[in-house]
């Protein structure tokens, strides 16, 4: 588990369990913890000592390269009965395949939170009566391998697309590098195209220095969210009844925020209403991760592709 995740939850679980395969890792969150809650306790446990015990609420936020390990063994030892799990899920598609053949019906979720964004919801509701036509995210180092996903699912969940949806990556042009925050793994930067059911879209990574734009085209209007400034603007006036309706001023909520109302959601419903399941986000995992390792592999045919 993160450290923003357990921050959350530190006083509403009567037992936390900090798991990973690097204890030292472990030990460093907890000491973090530890510092800013004295008087909160909770256990240390490095992933091949995974105690028997039923645990009720999990949290995967490795790596992807660990992340089926990890699952495959909180599974087997613990029985959660809700897992929540860090995107990328995975870091091929074998790993993906092996995953639909060990979950035993678990209930687990996906960590695209956008869906759970107060303006989103707004959005949502707002344009019900609308088909979202196209899609246009544009922004300055996103980390575009790691956090396209995000936008995917948003799409998802804007246009009310389904588990049979079709998810294509059509087209892509992107530059690799090495990950800064995290060695051994790679981030990119240029642009993919491709289609979520009927709705196109387009992905734009510059390396120049500009706000974190997110285009929704509805055919007879564009809103436009710029999650940067945290300002909505309508770019049209043939549905000027719906500037009245849209904030221009948005908040964007913090991890530890979100954590905390997904622990409100598994009391009240065991199941997580605000995030997409883990069968609803395969297909699009699997669309990205399969575009990605095309384009890598064809400028670095020798290395292989991690994507944290």
Not at 93 to 105: F, G, K, P, R, V
Not at 120 to 135: G, M, N, P
Not at 273 to 280: R, V, Y
Request: net charge negative; hydrophobic share 40%.
């Amino acid at each position: 588990m993160g450290y923003r995740h357990a921050q959350s939850l530190l006083n509403t679980c009567s037992t936390l369990f900090l798991i990973d395969l690097d204890i030292q890792r472990a030990e460093k969150v907890s000491e973090l913890l530890e510092s800013e809650n004295p008087n909160e306790s909770f256990s240390v446990i490095p992933l091949q000592s995974i105690p028997t015990v039923f645990i009720d609420f999990a949290i995967i936020a490795t790596d992807s390269t660990s992340r089926l390990k990890t699952c495959q063994e909180l599974i087997r030892k613990t029985a959660p009965d809700v897992i929540i799990i860090e995107k990328l899920l995975f870091d091929s598609l074998d790993n993906i395949t092996e995953w639909q053949t060990i979950s035993n019906n678990t209930n687990a979720f996906v960590n695209t939170p956008r869906r759970a964004y107060p303006i989103y919801k707004k959005l949502k509701y707002l344009t019900a009566e609308y088909s979202l036509k196209k899609v246009l995210v544009t922004g300055s180092n996103w980390n575009m391998a790691s956090n396209s996903i995000h936008f995917l699912d948003l799409i998802c969940f804007l246009a009310n697309n389904g588990i049979d949806d079709k998810v294509l990556v059509a087209d892509a042009n992107l530059n690799w590098f090495k990950s800064i925050k995290r060695e051994g793994f790679y981030e990119a930067t240029g642009w993919i195209q491709g289609l979520v059911g009927s709705t196109n879209f387009e992905f734009i990574s510059k390396e120049e220095s500009c706000n974190l734009l997110i285009h929704l085209d509805y055919g007879t209007f564009v809103m436009e969210i710029n999650e940067t400034t945290k300002k909505v603007k309508l770019l049209s006036k043939k549905e000027s009844q719906l500037a009245n309706l849209i904030p221009e001023n948005i908040t964007l909520p913090y991890q530890s925020a979100l954590t905390l109302n997904y622990w409100k959601e598994f009391k009240d419903y065991k199941k997580i209403n605000s995030l997409p399941t883990l069968d609803e986000s395969l297909k699009q995992h699997s669309a990205l991760i399969e575009a990605f390792t095309d384009t890598f592999l064809s400028c670095n045919p020798n290395q292989a592709l991690k994507i944290t």
